[in-house]
């Protein structure tokens, strides 16, 4: 059973907050050019997790990032042929495109701690649900599809199941 409590989204609030707050402590100024692109992976971010989360809708199963044993389908299509946490990835995405608005290079320092404090409080203990809920199942999707991004050997173009 998934023992996490904190839903995913509220780890990306508090990076985001510690990398806004970075500029009272550390600050490394970026160029504005960049700052301004701070949209795009924002935006990017913000559609991956939105595409991710309507193909679970669409597969009638939930959505819910704390109880993984409810879910109905293992979902391996859509964003989740390049990578099987398209939702977290977004969030991720998001905290670049937040990073660069702040303007400030230690900001970025939050990115990867959000995706280790992910990974290691959420990522993992539902992985271990998914492998117990669908077994071979989801044995043959961690072969072929990265946690974070990229297919893995034996990637195809089909939809997987």
Known sequence: MLKTRIPPPLYMLAAAYAMAKTD?????PISPAVASWGWLPALLGGALSVWAGVTFWRAHTTINP???????????????????NPMYLGLALMLVGWALWLGNAVAFLGVPLFVLV??????????RVLRDHFGEEYARYRQR?????????????????
């Open 66 to 84: 704390l109880v993984p044993s409810k879910a109905s389908h293992l979902v391996t299509h859509g964003p989740f042929r390049l990578t099987r």
């Open 24 to 28: 009272h402590y550390l600050a490394l």
């Open 118 to 127: 992910v990974t290691v409080l959420q990522i993992v203990p539902e992985e």
């Open 145 to 161: 599809v990265n946690r974070w991004f990229g297919p893995l050997r034996g990637m195809t173009s089909a939809r997987g199941s």
